[in-house]
Each structure stands twice: as C-alpha cells, then as structure tokens.
C-alpha cells in the first residue's frame, strides 16, 4: 500500500497535536508527521492514536488514526454522533447489533469505508496490524452496551 495519504482538512480548522504545516485556512499532514500515543483510555489498552486535526474532547469537527494490534477488540458500542471511518491498512471487522459475535463481522479490507448514524449498535475487531481513520464531530465519546466492557471502569 502506498504510505503516502493525502488528508484534506475542512476550511478553518486548525492543527492540533503533531508537527505539520499550517496555514489559517488548510491542514496537510504526512504520514512521517503522525506521532502516535496511548488511544484515550475510553478504548481497550493496545490501541495507538495520532489526532490530525481538531480536538475530539471539543465541540466541532476532527480526524483522528486509530492503530490497533493483531487480535484487538473493541465490544459492542454507541456513540451520540455520526462516524466516518476510513480503513488505511490491515483488516478490520465491523459487526452490527448488541451481541458482539466476531464471526457475524464483516471483514473490510484496507480502503474500505463506512459511516454510522449516531446511535448505531456496533463492535469492531482488527484480524492484523489494522490503521482506520475516524472523522466525528466532537465531544467525542463510547458507550459500551455492556458497563463492564468499559475500560474506564477499571480505574
């Protein structure tokens, strides 16, 4: 897969969080760019993000990469707004509904896209090394069907 990704940022959003070049207007980042850290602790451990633009814990529009490991899971979920989800690379599986089954998933190879309303029961699994793009609106936040898959709940 070519590692170059061009990434085109809404008019007036500014970069936040890694080194790229800004303009008032325009965000552009390249993948040597991205600086990956812990995912938030509202995902299960293992997960690295690297935000592109806007802040997700804020009100208005932002874009983020997920890097989840082989065998991660996230179970079943809902967020209060739309998300836009771009697979980069790897494989990632998207099932719908409470019951968080890995074989009812669907398998969604790099370049695969989808968007969800808000609302919309869903679990997710990567199969190897799985980079996905999210773009939402913030304040960003998960929901687990099920409290005690809440990663959160542990601390």
């Known amino acids: 897969m070519n590692k170059l990704v061009f990434v085109i940022a809404a008019a007036g959003v500014l970069a936040a969080g890694a080194a790229?070049?800004?303009?008032?207007?325009?965000?552009?980042?390249?993948?040597?760019?991205?600086?990956?850290?812990?995912?938030?602790?509202?995902?299960?451990?293992?997960?690295?993000?690297?935000l592109l633009y806007g802040d997700p814990s804020k009100n208005g529009p932002f874009a983020l990469r997920l890097k989840a490991p082989k065998g991660y899971r996230i179970p079943p979920h809902t967020h209060p707004r739309q998300e836009v989800v771009t697979v980069i690379s790897g494989d990632f599986r998207l099932g719908m509904g409470p019951g968080g089954d890995p074989a009812a998933a669907q398998a969604l190879p790099a370049g695969s896209f989808f968007a969800l309303p808000p609302g919309m029961v869903h679990y997710a699994s990567a199969d190897d090394e799985t980079v996905i793009q999210l773009n939402s609106i913030g304040p960003w936040t998960i929901n687990y069907v099920n409290p005690k898959d809440d990663p959160r709940r542990a601390k």
């Open 20 to 50: 790229r070049a800004q303009a008032p207007d325009h965000t552009v980042v390249t993948p040597g760019e991205l600086k990956w850290v812990p995912a938030p602790d509202a995902l299960p451990k293992g997960a690295q993000a690297a």
